[in-house]
């Protein structure tokens, strides 16, 4: 029988797992909206077709980054008793020969790569600076590792907000001074030097070149068959944007990317930041289902109280947006393909935790079968779509992929009691009223100006009050620990 977790130790992984949440979201929300902001800017000086460009290229790199790991770095996470020195050193070591494998492979086919999607010279720059930009991250494995594992997320933002801010600056300076694409290629290698050097600032550890065979096969156990759902999801999405790249104009490929960008904007600023926490948080009780259980439903709570009204907020103000901005009415093809991305989006947002809790269990075998439906589905639908309806056929595929995101609730039912669906009735009634409340403005007011500066802090306003209301009792002890804490 499982040892279970002393009271103490339940009561510091809660505190420690709401503080992580709360530190990344708070000190990262308003990086967040730096990030968009500056994202935003980047829109406004350069065309889709430079997007596009980008957004392939990252594509291609990404493709290489799930082939660096083999899971290994999520074994360290999920591992139940504290990885030894052997471990990190294993993982280190084989981590950076494949990753050093695959960047002498972009470099040596670069030209080629090049020539393929008829890449200019600053697009050839851009894939090699990537693949530079790649290596600098491999470096940053292992530290992240151990303050996962401490759920000392409060140092481990430092390094993306120095990153951040780096790669946006940079980039920004660079396309006002009309760099283009090689904008983006100047801002990944500084982000790189930057974000690695201030994690080894924050939490040192020495490399060590040494493998283990013992360790690496206790470590690929598990993650091989995690990385074999990472490969999936390549598959799945960056390969898919590869093809794209070439069946599509790079102009299209922005539309896509930008439509997809501000689509998940719930997703980047709330639920990345949830699912980092909740990874190791879970894993660490996964010893107590009762506790596992309860500490899902309170992970889909937090989600739904944030993510849908991020959500509906930007389905209502996206295009007096564009119709406001200066040089923004470029992007007005791609409107289409946001609301159906936003949709799809949401429901993205409640099966990813679903997703992360059978891969803290161990349980990577459903987590397999779920990516092989998704990635078959997608690779069937896609194409199909993208081929009657353009490039908006990617986001009309989504929505029809996205209705299987009940998937991991049921495998989840087999081995785990969870909550039912009542988690998302406070939420969904509040976020009702916000939108009432907005589609009321709009028709009121019919000038794009007026329903930015009056619909956003009305908005705010409203679903403020009605979160406050309907579920003050469940969220004040949260608030009570973050207080002790503090």
């Not at 040192?204 to 995690?226: D, N, T």
């Not at 393909?337 to 990577?364: C, E, R």
């Not at 069937?380 to 991991?408: C, E, H, N, W």
């Amino acid at each position: 029988m499982p040892e279970l977790i002393t009271s103490n130790q339940i009561d510091e992984i809660k505190r420690r797992s709401i503080s992580g949440v709360v530190a990344l979201t708070s000190r990262t929300f308003m990086l967040q909206i730096i990030a968009l902001i500056a994202t935003f800017i980047l829109t406004v000086l350069l065309d889709p077709a430079t997007f596009g460009i980008f957004y392939v290229v990252t594509a291609i790199i990404n493709f290489l980054n799930y082939f660096s790991d083999i899971g290994l770095a999520a074994a360290l996470i999920q591992k139940k008793d504290e990885p030894s020195n052997e471990d990190l050193a294993t993982t280190f070591t084989i981590q950076q020969l494949l990753v050093t494998s695959a960047v002498l492979v972009v470099l040596f086919l670069s030209a080629m790569i090049a020539r393929f999607y008829k890449l200019d010279i600053n697009g050839l720059f851009l894939l090699r600076a990537l693949a530079l930009a790649f290596f600098l991250s491999s470096l940053k494995t292992i530290p992240s590792v151990l303050l996962e594992r401490k759920l000392d997320f409060q140092k481990l933002v430092v390094p993306q907000i120095v990153e951040t801010s780096v790669f946006y600056v940079t980039a920004i300076v660079l396309a006002y001074k009309h760099f283009g694409v090689a904008s983006f290629a100047w801002a990944a290698i500084l982000r790189g030097i930057s974000g690695t050097a201030m994690l080894y600032l924050i939490a040192p550890w020495q490399p060590i070149l040494h493998v283990s065979i013992k360790s690496a096969k206790r470590l690929l156990a598990f993650g091989i068959p995690y990385q074999a759902n990472s490969f999936l999801a390549l598959v799945k999405d960056d390969l898919l944007t590869i093809y794209l790249g070439r069946m599509l104009p790079f102009a299209a490929i922005g539309y896509i990317g930008w439509s997809k960008k501000w689509a998940e904007v719930a997703l980047r600023l709330i639920m990345d930041n949830i699912i980092k926490v909740t990874f190791p948080t879970y894993a660490r009780l996964q010893r107590d289902e009762a506790l596992l259980s309860k500490a899902a439903g309170k992970s889909i709570l937090f989600l739904a109280i944030t993510t849908l009204p991020i959500a509906i907020g930007m389905v209502f103000m996206v295009d007096p947006l564009v119709h406001v901005v200066p040089k923004y009415l470029k992007w007005m093809p791609a409107l289409f393909s946001f609301y159906l991305f936003t949709f799809s989006g949401v429901l993205a947002a409640f099966s990813s935790p679903l997703v992360n809790l059978l891969n803290a269990m161990g349980k990577v075998r459903y987590t397999f079968y779920l990516m092989i439906v998704w990635t078959t589905l997608t690779w069937i639908i896609v194409p199909f779509t993208v081929k009657l309806f353009g490039f908006d056929g990617v986001a009309i595929a989504a929505i029809g992929i996205s209705i299987t995101s009940f998937l991991p609730y049921i495998f989840l039912r087999r081995i785990l009691p969870l909550g039912t669906l009542k988690i998302f009735i406070k939420p969904l009634i509040a976020t009702g009223s916000m939108a009432s409340v907005l589609l009321m403005t709009f028709i009121i007011l019919p000038d794009p100006k007026w329903r930015l500066s009056i619909g956003i802090p009305l908005g705010i306003g409203v679903y403020g009050l009605m979160v406050y209301g309907l579920l003050k009792d469940e969220l004040m002890p949260y608030v009570s620990i973050l207080r002790k804490s503090a």
